[in-house]
């Protein structure tokens, strides 16, 4: 597997579990009082946070990304649609290099 294959494909499904979460089972709870759409989406969301922050962490070991690239991409994760946009960037960025 190409190098950063791996943190495209959690930035992509972090961007999509925050965007269920906030577009589909927060409203479902608030609107049409099913609370189990945010208790079952909302620990989905959580692992797939913390395992694209472990790959972001690991991609700043292994000197994939630097530091500041690291930061990006973790404050890029808390905000909607901003996965989608850390993937597009992690996509030229990585192949600009030659990764």
């Known amino acids: ?44 969301h959580g692992l797939t946070f913390l395992a694209f922050s472990w790959k972001v962490v690991q991609a700043w070991s292994e000197g994939l990304v630097g530091r500041q690239d690291a930061v990006r991409l973790l404050i890029g994760a808390c905000v909607p649609f901003g996965g989608i946009i850390n993937e597009r960037w992690l ?4 192949s600009s290099d030659g990764a």
């Open 91 to 94: 996509k030229a960025r990585l």
């Open 1 to 44: 597997m190409m190098r950063g294959h791996a943190l495209r494909l959690l930035a992509l499904a972090e961007a999509a579990t925050l965007l269920a979460l906030l577009l589909i089972a927060v409203p479902l709870k608030h609107f049409a009082g099913i609370p189990e759409a945010s208790r079952i989406m909302g620990p989905i």
